[in-house]
């Protein structure tokens, strides 16, 4: 299986301040179909997750423009511009390129 | 708008057998795949399997294979999750998630496995 590896495990930040995610994968991410199924994830305290990000960089509806999502083949990263108190949770990503998908083991959030 | 309900919380011993249901609504049942992720209490996402509702074919990840079943009732946009031979470590959060790419998803279920 496709091993997906996010850092940092906790990501401390203060309010109004970039924050980065990354998440590496085992093999390339590129089907052959020319998509790369790379999608990231939400979930707050309590709640159920909520995708983000589809295919790379683009923004599911409702989801604010603070988001962004960028990389290619192995290496991808989630941006938040300026984190907001809402922002606060762990963030999964996930690959759907290769069977089987395979969530990352997920960034806590957490404001300073 | 999309939604998709899970059944309640249940309780079960140790090697007995759950069955979680997801109702969709709000759009066309048989148009995108179901797919299943549990999350044990402070951990990751795991992914399960899917299920086509339209053929009824469904895929499991190898470490569920021969405990889980996936099924659907297409004519109450139902679909569920059986998961055998329960053992505590079974105990988790059980979530629906529309389509290939998880872009809408239930409540959650939460499974406990106790004796």
């Known amino acids: 299986d496709v091993v997906m590896t996010q850092s940092p495990l906790s990501l401390p930040v203060t309010l109004g301040q970039p924050a980065s995610i990354s998440c590496r994968s085992s093999?390339?991410?590129?089907?052959?179909?020319?998509?790369?199924?790379l999608n990231w994830f939400q979930q707050r305290p309590g709640q159920s997750p909520r995708r983000l990000i589809y295919?790379?960089?683009n923004r599911d509806s409702g989801v604010p423009d603070r988001f962004s999502g960028s990389g290619s083949g192995t290496d991808f990263t989630l941006k938040i511009s300026r984190v907001e108190a809402e922002d606060v949770g762990v963030y999964y990503c996930?690959?759907?390129?290769?069977?089987?998908?395979?969530f990352g083991g997920g960034t806590k959030v957490e404001i300073k | 708008q999309v939604q998709l309900v899970q059944s309640g919380a249940e309780v079960k011993k140790p090697g007995a057998s759950v069955k979680v249901s997801c109702k969709a609504s709000g759009y066309t049942f048989t148009s995108y795949d179901i797919n299943w992720v549990r999350q044990a209490t402070g951990q990751g996402l795991e992914w399960m399997g899917w299920?086509?509702?339209?053929?009824?074919?469904?895929g499991y990840a190898q470490k569920f294979q021969g405990r889980v079943t996936m099924t659907r009732n297409t004519s109450i946009s139902t679909a569920y999750m059986e998961l055998s031979s329960l053992r505590s470590e079974d105990t988790a959060v059980y979530y629906c998630a529309r389509g290939s790419f998880q872009d809408y998803w239930g409540q959650g279920t939460l499974v406990t496995v106790s004796s």
């Open positions: 093999q390339s991410l590129v089907h052959s179909d020319g998509n790369t199924y």
């Open positions: 295919k790379v960089s």
């Open positions: 299920m086509n509702p339209n053929s009824g074919n469904t």
């Open positions: 996930m690959q759907g390129t290769h069977w089987p998908p395979v």
